[in-house]
């Protein structure tokens, strides 16, 4: 018998299928985390660049009205403004200019700024009519800070100058490190979700799974009662089933194998039971004539046909025992042809009428027509009839009848009627068993497989065989064959 093996707990199923979806998601939760924490950082900053540009350029465009009107005492109180909100506004002249911005509005010179590469590449970008940006660490302020610079525009639309307007990074890093913490703690929440879910939907996968195994471990150790009891719509329903159905056939193939092993067991009983009486009676008169106790030559005649009957009656048993055997074969076939049941039973009641001579038993045929056409063995037929024919005889009281009818129907129909002592209701099931014989007098010397051989012959034929009978009122066997279907 098998034993369930145990599994050990990184085999597991359960716990293979956790830690793989646990790893997906985890990683999956990681790329998109930073992915989008890089994605959320760049869009802060640029985001905030273009604000500062836009400030730049509001701030440009005051300072071309101040220069077209050479309103300078305007713009010291403008600048005042800047400086008090916040602003940290540097403004350059253009060297190169036709018309350079007066001095009165410059904070700053490009000599001061000279040493400062980052800072000369905007402004030199700013004196294109370019805008441009710096996010670096300032060597003035010693802290990361984002500079953006813009053209000033003077008379005849000519780049006169340039506005730098530099903020620090800071603010905009605690900015994005506030967010990006809840972004982290979003991340976290979801991936702590996601466990709950996947430890679910392994147990969902496994937890049938692991019923399943079990049920094929006990259908293995024989117990083909066990089902999975599992009820989804899905593939491992679909296997569940299956598994329950592969039960149920083992449990019948488990019913049928103890039924046969009875039979079998029944089957050797009863052959013993019916050779023990007339090997025991051969025997006792052989040991009688070989000890030469029996002298009279007329005994001694009559014991010795005493012993041919017992060895023909064991002849017979043993035929009978074989052509049965041969018949439930399903790999037994009959030769059949076509051939008329009319002319089967004319033969048959011939023989049946001088088995009933003795006790004067008339037999009454009556047929709506003179053919009745079917595929099948004559001979086999024929015997199936007889023992029927001879059971109808034997149980008949003398100068009785047998009524014998061939109708026509979607089947063909024989009826084999006697006016013998008839069957008890509780025996009728059984009277085609092998060996099964009644305790009637004129049963004593039958083997008891008579009915069970023309049963069989029936079944070959895809024939089937009713009994009706009641006590002291006779037995009728109707037997019903498909008719001979010939192509047009």
Not at 235 to 260: H, M, V, Y
Not at 281 to 290: D, G, K, S, W
Request: some cysteine; glycine content about 4%; overall charge negative.
């Amino acid at each position: 018998m098998p034993k369930k093996s145990k599994v050990r707990i990184f085999n597991r199923m359960f716990l293979k299928l956790y830690l793989n979806y646990a790893i997906m998601l985890m990683v999956t939760a990681g790329l998109i985390g930073l992915i989008f924490m890089n994605l959320y950082e760049k869009t802060t900053m640029d985001n905030y660049k273009d604000k500062l540009q836009e400030q730049a350029k509001s701030i440009s465009a005051r300072m071309t009205e101040f220069i077209e009107y050479e309103n300078y005492d305007d713009w010291f109180e403008y600048s005042g403004i800047l400086e008090e909100i916040g602003f940290d506004v540097w403004t350059i002249s253009n060297p190169d200019a036709f018309a350079p911005m007066d001095e009165r509005m410059e904070t700053t010179s490009l000599e001061e700024i000279s040493d400062s590469k980052d800072y000369l590449d905007i402004v030199e970008s700013a004196f294109l009519n370019k805008k441009d940006y710096r996010k670096s660490e300032d060597k003035y302020y010693e802290v990361p800070m984002i500079t953006v610079a813009v053209p000033v525009i003077g008379t005849n639309r000519e780049v006169v100058g340039a506005v730098l307007l530099k903020s620090y990074v800071e603010d905009q890093n605690d900015i994005i490190k506030d967010s990006l913490s809840l972004i982290l703690y979003s991340i976290l929440i979801a991936l702590a979700i996601s466990f709950i879910i996947v430890i679910v939907f392994a147990r969902q996968l496994s937890g049938p799974i692991s019923r399943m195994r079990g049920t094929a471990l006990d259908l293995a150790s024989g117990n083909y009662k066990s089902k999975t009891n599992i009820s989804r719509n899905d593939e491992l329903g679909d296997l569940a089933k299956t598994i329950d159905i592969l039960s149920e056939r083992l449990l019948e193939n488990d019913i049928q194998r103890k039924n046969l092993d009875q039979m079998r067991l029944d089957f050797f009983a009863n052959v013993s039971h019916e050779l023990r009486t007339p090997i025991t009676v051969v025997r006792a008169y052989t040991e009688t004539l070989v000890d030469g106790i029996v002298t009279d030559k007329d005994k001694i005649a009559q014991y010795y046909e005493r012993m041919l009957s017992e060895c023909k009656s064991m002849e017979r048993l043993v035929g009978d025992l074989l052509l049965l055997s041969k018949m439930q074969n399903p790999d037994f076939l009959i030769e059949k042809e076509p051939v008329n049941l009319a002319q089967i039973f004319d033969d048959t009641i011939r023989t049946a009428n001088v088995m009933g001579e003795q006790k004067n038993i008339k037999i009454d045929v009556i047929k709506d027509m003179s053919v009745y056409m079917m595929l099948g063995d004559y001979d086999r037929l024929r015997q199936m009839f007889l023992i029927v024919l001879d059971n109808a005889i034997k149980f008949s009281q003398d100068n009785k009848t047998i009524h014998i009818k061939l109708s026509n129907e979607d089947t063909i129909k024989i009826s084999i009627k006697d006016e013998g002592v008839g069957i008890e209701p509780e025996d009728i099931p059984n009277i085609f068993e092998k060996f099964y014989k009644s305790n009637l007098r004129q049963n004593e010397k039958g083997s008891g497989l008579g009915l069970a051989i023309a049963k069989q012959i029936a079944l070959k034929h895809k024939g089937d065989i009713e009994v009706f009978s009641m006590r002291g009122d006779g037995t009728e066997f109707v037997f019903s064959f498909p008719w001979l279907v010939l192509n047009s």
